[in-house]
């Protein structure tokens, strides 16, 4: 019963929990170098969860898949987090235009010139 009561509150909490929204380039550029490299890391292992889970059941979900090339780019090519940091930080300096973007944009899009 007790484990009941327990999982029945975790499901309700987590369903009050408000979503975390993106930060824009514009915020992201505010925050210190340290914090900046850790969203963007957290970014791509967000993408890396996904794609190992997608991975694991063996389906194909195209809201997923999108993200598998980068993901299997990341690995094959063994591009580590400091070059994808480098990279999205170049991508935003050198775009300025395109500061108002979430940053899960910014990045994947920065990523891809180190994948082609």
């Keep these: 019963m007790r484990a009941l009561a327990a999982a029945l509150t975790a499901a309700l909490l987590t369903l009050a929990?408000?979503?975390?929204?993106?930060l824009t380039g514009a915020e992201w550029q505010k925050l210190p170098p340290p914090?900046?490299?850790?969203?963007?890391s957290g970014v791509v292992d967000a993408w890396?969860?996904?794609?190992t889970v997608q991975e694991s059941l063996g389906n194909r979900d195209g809201g997923i898949t999108v993200f598998a090339d980068v993901v299997t780019c990341l690995r094959e090519r063994l591009i580590g987090?400091?070059?994808v940091f480098t990279a999205?930080?170049?991508y935003v300096a050198d775009e300025p235009g395109l500061?108002?973007?979430?940053?899960p944009d910014i990045i994947y899009v920065a990523i891809g010139p180190l994948c082609r």
């Design 17 to 22: 929990a408000d979503p975390a929204e993106a």
């Design 35 to 40: 914090a900046r490299a850790a969203y963007v």
């Design 48 to 51: 890396v969860g996904l794609v």
């Design 81 to 83: 987090p400091e070059k």
């Design 88 to 90: 999205v930080e170049r």
């Design 99 to 103: 500061r108002s973007k979430d940053m």
